[in-house]
């Protein structure tokens, strides 16, 4: 992790209690699989309740 | 140790057939080649050899597949750095994608696959959005900072400050996709909800299908009436309009005329549905007379003697009813007011009564709890009283004790003594010594008789008989001693408590008194209270309805004056030669119809909106097969995750920010100098940039930045105002700040094509920039690309003049074929 990844989430943890968690999953996800990765982690998340969201739309 | 490029081994790759070698050296490396002939796949295959797949990731290339040469099924790269490591990928097509592997050798241990790519960011110091940032550099980069417009340009430094992927993080989360999901789920629960009233409404489903198609039937047929009676209004205006055309003067008095008569005929009806035939000032003023007696009688009987001294003062006449009315709304009000006062300290008597309600409950148990333990004791303290009335107390019991003990000492020594001499004499009786066996004197017949006597005056039982009684009383008197001592605890206790239940008691009595106070306090104010509440009410009522017959009388009067207002009218307009039994029936028949289409009009809108809700609610009839509490706890989850992802996208837009100010500050510190040292003149002196934060309405709150120059003495100049090769200066000056705000391994920069299109003096202020920047020591290594054969000579002039290592590269394009020429 590079030294602004490091602020970035130093900041968002600071910034978002709680939903930090998720915020810095997003941010590494994108970091490292773009959009795609997003989606993914938010479908992980949207699978608790039996729905997703397609990769294809905005 | 910082990291350079050694050497690019290609094969296949893009427009490149076959293997293509290319060795870079310290210092600048220019590569030479005209439109098309491969320089930006050169940087393009450095780029891929570092970081993969992550180029397809962050759409940098649309497809992995399109790097392999046309002609070809698989192609390689293979990268050699500066400290001895390599990287080498290959790809091979399949279909219309490609499969990649990678192998890298670093510190001489060879690593696959994705553990390749992690120790390959590890070597350099940043990933593949460091090395876009700051490492790589086009001439959009450069002209955008010192060209561009200021929005261009705080973009790209938006971009080189790393904050672009939280604008595209934040893109990137599918807001409006889970709108819809929640709007789908709501209209499935809203379907789910009110299928049940449709159910009873209609009956069945079917039945209410059947309503549907009624429905639109109904709608048909509503509009077409609706047509039918606009048009027949329509018609009914122009005729209006033709009646009047041609009467000079009549426009007004007819507008005046139906304007009275229809105000008249309003008044009438409303007076007709009120029930109001007859109406006059007497009967109003007599009514209001008697309410402010009434009024007065309550006032003085709560003691608002001012309010009720004001009102005797009132004369009411058949003029004054309104201010009358008023002045006793007003005093009424008091009374009402004295009424919601009362009803405040009773509630606040009812709490206080609550609060004494509760210490009494608590004294209650208490007592209760005393009583009870009083209860329990009450047998051992009549115990502990019996033995002190039949003992004494224990001081005495105690004092007999050492008393009786003292004398039984005594007696229990007189014994002894009496015992020993018995012994003596029955010795001297039974052996009949001539002497005393204790003096030796000679015992004589007498002496004997003498014996005799003694031993049988000693023999008596009566000592002894004594100390037995001593004894027995001794024990006793312990015995209850120790009893009454014990007992002595538990009575004081029971005493104690006995007082405490006394200060118990009188509390609670003093409580019950306070209680009792209140209890009356509470009912006296009920009493009037309830006295108020009923006058109040019939007051109101009555006041009220005067009230109203005050407006009725205004109406009424108004009435009168329509009439003959009316009346004139008319007149006047038969003078102009209208006919006002035609006008009459022409406005009737207006009115009709436009009741008529408002009625239509109501209904229509009616039945579309029940026509719809029927569409929305049976539409999905049958498809919902899952339970709504399912249906609802999803809803529940995916607001409460659209609210959460909105929290985020807040707080990434405030992250944003916070990284603007810091990069700004390490930036701003580097700036000035590497300016300085890439910029020899005295004219400028140092370089800086600022962030202004606007809001831009729609387009919402963004950053703009200024990049600016110092003249001597401090005084700030915009990139706007310096010539090309102060704005270059700046540029790289500032590309640099943002490369050295990081801490990597990394010493080259790679340019692609940075100044193309530009003059002879453009040129040679960034060949000379190009060189300082190695020769100052702030890179090791430049690669750049170049279609311009002018720069490349400038550049390896200003190389050869201070000294600098230059090496060129030249590709060349014959036909479909690439070809690399190092250059000596």
């Known amino acids: ?58 | 140790m910082r990291i350079r490029i050694k050497e690019l081994v290609i094969r296949d790759f893009r427009g490149f057939s076959n293997e293509r070698r290319i060795t870079f050296g310290d210092g600048i490396n220019v590569i030479h080649g005209p439109v098309g002939s491969g320089k930006t796949s050169i940087i393009q295959a450095i780029e891929y050899a570092l970081y993969g797949t992550q180029l397809e990731v962050k759409e940098r290339i649309s497809k992995l597949v399109d790097l392999i040469n046309e002609e070809a099924d698989e192609m390689t790269i293979r990268l050699t750095l500066s400290d001895g490591s390599s990287v080498t990928r290959a790809l091979r097509r399949s279909g219309d994608s490609a499969r990649e592997t990678v192998r890298a050798i670093i510190d001489s241990v060879v690593i696959k696959g994705e553990d390749a790519d992690r120790r390959i960011i590890e070597l350099l110091g940043i990933d593949d959005d460091d090395f876009e940032r700051f490492v790589l550099v086009t001439h959009r980069t450069l002209e955008a900072l010192v060209y561009g417009s200021i929005v261009r340009r705080s973009i790209l430094i938006d971009k080189l400050f790393g904050l672009e992927i939280l604008d595209n993080l934040n893109k990137s989360l599918p807001m409006t996709q889970i709108e819809r999901l929640i709007t789908e789920l709501r209209q499935r629960l809203a379907s789910i909800k009110e299928l049940p009233e449709i159910t009873s409404k209609y009956g069945s489903i079917e039945r209410a299908r059947e309503k549907m198609s009624e429905l639109r039937a109904e709608i048909d047929r509503l509009r077409g009436e609706e047509e039918e009676l606009s048009k027949a209004y329509n018609e009914l205006l122009l005729k209006r309009n033709e009646s009047l055309k041609g009467l000079r003067g009549v426009e007004e008095v007819y507008s005046n005329y139906i304007a009275t008569r229809l105000r008249r005929e309003g008044i009438e009806e409303e007076l007709s549905k009120a029930n109001v035939r007859d109406i006059n000032e007497t009967s109003i003023r007599l009514r209001l007379e008697r309410l402010r007696d009434a009024l007065i009688e309550r006032l003085e009987e709560f003691a608002l003697v001012k309010d009720a001294e004001e009102l005797e003062k009132l004369v009411i006449t058949n003029d004054n009813l309104a201010d009358a009315l008023e002045r006793l709304y007003t005093a009424f009000e008091n009374l009402v007011k004295l009424r919601d006062k009362l009803t405040e300290d009773k509630d606040y008597l009812g709490r206080v009564r609550q609060d004494l309600e509760l210490q009494a409950e608590s004294e209650k148990a208490s007592l209760r709890e005393l009583e009870g333990r009083l209860a329990q004791e009450e047998g051992r303290v009549r115990e502990y009283r019996d033995l002190v009335s039949k003992y004494g107390e224990p001081e005495r019991i105690r004092r007999e004790l050492e008393e009786l003990r003292a004398k039984l000492e005594k007696i229990n020594a007189e014994e002894g003594f009496r015992s020993s001499l018995l012994n003596v004499l029955q010795y001297i009786l039974t052996t009949h010594t001539d002497k005393c066996p204790v003096c030796g004197k000679p015992l004589s017949d007498e002496d004997y008789e003498t014996i005799s006597r003694r031993i049988k005056e000693l023999s008596s039982k009566e000592g002894m008989e004594s100390i037995d009684n001593i004894r027995d009383r001794i024990n006793e008197l312990e015995k209850v001693l120790m009893r009454v001592e014990s007992l002595r605890a538990i009575v004081d206790d029971y005493e104690a408590t006995v007082e405490r239940a006394r200060e118990v008691k009188s509390r609670l009595e003093a409580l019950i008194t306070r209680l009792e106070t209140i209890d009356s306090s509470i009912r006296d104010l009920d009493k009037r209270i309830q006295t108020l509440m009923r006058f109040i009410n019939e007051f109101r009522d009555e006041i009220d309805d005067v009230d109203k017959a005050i407006s009725y009388l205004k109406k009424y009067r108004e009435l009168e004056k329509l009439r003959a207002q009316e009346d004139e009218l008319k007149k006047q307009l038969a003078s102009l030669g209208l006919d006002t039994n035609t006008v009459v029936k022409l406005e009737d028949d207006i009115k009709y119809i436009s009741d008529k289409l408002t009625q239509v009009r109501n209904k229509l809108s009616e039945d579309s909106a029940e026509l719809s809700r029927l569409e929305l609610i049976l539409s999905r009839v049958g498809l919902d097969k899952e339970d709504p509490s399912t249906l609802r706890r999803r809803l529940d989850f995916l607001e409460e995750f659209y609210n959460k992802l909105g929290r985020i996208r807040a707080g990434i837009r405030d992250v944003q920010a916070r990284v603007r100010d810091e990069m700004i500050k390490l930036v701003r510190d580097n700036v000035g100098p590497i300016f300085k040292t890439l910029y020899p003149y005295e004219d400028l002196e140092g370089a800086g940039i600022e962030v202004t934060v606007r809001d831009r309405g729609v387009v919402g709150v963004v950053s703009e930045y200024t990049l600016y120059a110092f003249r001597p003495g401090g005084r700030k100049v915009t990139v706007s105002r310096l010539s090309d090769g102060q704005r270059l200066t700046i540029a790289l000056s500032f590309l640099l700040s943002v490369y050295r705000a990081t801490n990597h391994n990394i010493d080259f920069l790679l340019m692609d094509e940075p100044i193309p299109y530009v003059d002879q003096n453009i040129r040679r202020a960034f060949a000379s920039l190009l060189v300082r920047l190695i020769k100052e020591g702030l890179v090791g290594q430049v690669i750049i690309t170049t279609q311009s054969e002018d720069l490349r000579n400038d550049v390896v002039n200003a190389a050869r003049d201070a000294g600098i290592n230059c090496r060129v590269v030249r590709l060349v394009k014959e036909g479909n074929e690439r070809k690399i020429v190092q250059e000596p």
Request: aromatic fraction near 4%.
């Open chain 1, 1 to 58: 992790m590079g030294e602004l990844d490091e602020l970035i989430t130093k900041l968002l943890k600071e910034r978002l209690g709680e939903d930090a968690e998720l915020a810095i999953k997003l941010y590494t996800a994108y970091k490292e699989r773009g959009r795609r990765g997003v989606l993914e982690v938010i479908n992980e998340v949207l699978r608790e309740v039996g729905v997703e969201v397609s990769m294809g739309e905005d």
